[in-house]
């Protein structure tokens, strides 16, 4: 009788420690993702000028968009272009300038605040600018939808971004250079790597078109 009351007694005691601790770390956790948005929000301000104040990317500037990539995915191409894994690392900063920036922003913290903050930034609905034949598109797309995803929303378990959603010229810009080989073919770029053999289906530019008008078609 003695032994259930004590045991009783501690359990409650152990669920009031718990309930305690509880609010300390929600109010910890509050606190500091608070700090970390505020944070992220200063050090995009730098990135706005060319991928927007919503970070729904300017055109003119070649700067995607970046609310519709999924975080982890972002996290990973700052770590590739500081490490010029991607980026075109031949260029200067004017035609290339990513991998400049991501080298002024690497620092694990920085970046976390930054995805933070992107993450946290309203979604978009990209205009379709590329033309192309879907159903050609379509077919081709079975060459991708093993890593990416039958409706491309992406596999994190395999780093496969969803592409439904992305800027179209974006994919073409990404596509032509998986195929010409400036991306995907540093020694470092163990994902980048895995589309340079896939994309040799996109015989031409208008395999291109086609298959990104056919992931136009996804979201
Ligand atoms: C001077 C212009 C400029 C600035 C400033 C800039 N970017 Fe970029 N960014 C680009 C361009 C152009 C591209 C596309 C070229 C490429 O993929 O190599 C790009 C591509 C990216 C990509 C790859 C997107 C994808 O879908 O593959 C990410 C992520 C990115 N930028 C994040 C950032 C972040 C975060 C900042 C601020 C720390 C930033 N950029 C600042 C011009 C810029
Ligand atoms: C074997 C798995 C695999 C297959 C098959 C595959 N991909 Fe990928 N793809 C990836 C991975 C992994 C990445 C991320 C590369 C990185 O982190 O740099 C990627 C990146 C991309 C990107 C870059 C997106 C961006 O914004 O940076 C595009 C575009 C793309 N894939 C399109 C395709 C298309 C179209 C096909 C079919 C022709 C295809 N992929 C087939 C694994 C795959």
Redesign the pocket.
Same mark, same amino acid.
């Given at each position: 009788m003695l032994a259930k009351q004590n045991s009783i007694r501690s359990s409650l005691r152990s669920t009031l420690l718990f309930a305690g601790l509880g609010i300390a770390f929600v109010g910890a956790g509050c606190a500091s993702a608070q700090q970390q948005l505020e944070r992220g929000e200063e050090?995009?301000g730098?990135?706005?000028?060319?991928?927007g104040p919503e970070a729904h990317g300017i055109r003119d500037?070649?700067? !995607?968009g970046?609310t519709n +990539?999924d975080g982890w995915?972002?996290e990973r191409?700052?770590e590739e272009?500081s490490a010029a894994m %991607?980026?075109?690392p031949d260029r200067d900063?004017h035609e290339?300038?990513?991998i400049f920036?991501?080298r002024?922003?690497d620092d694990p913290e920085a970046?976390a605040d930054?995805?933070a903050f992107?993450d946290s930034l309203p979604g978009y609905s990209p205009a379709r600018t590329v033309m192309g034949n879907a159903s050609a598109g379509r077919q081709l797309y079975s060459a991708c939808d093993s890593c990416h995803g039958a409706s491309a929303e992406g596999d994190v378990r395999l780093r496969a !971004?969803a592409l439904a959603g +992305?800027?179209d010229w974006?994919l073409v810009?990404?596509l032509r250079?998986f195929t010409t080989g400036d %991306?995907g073919t540093h020694q470092g770029d163990m994902y980048g790597q895995q589309m340079v053999p896939v994309s040799r289906v996109l015989t031409d530019e208008q395999a291109i078109f086609d298959i990104v008008a056919y992931i136009n078609t996804l979201r």
């Open positions: 050090l995009y730098f990135c706005a000028q060319c991928h500037v070649d700067a !995607p970046l +990539l995915y972002l191409q700052l272009f %991607r980026g075109r900063v290339s300038p990513m920036v991501a002024a922003y970046v930054l995805v992107i !971004p +992305l800027d974006h810009a990404e250079e %991306r």
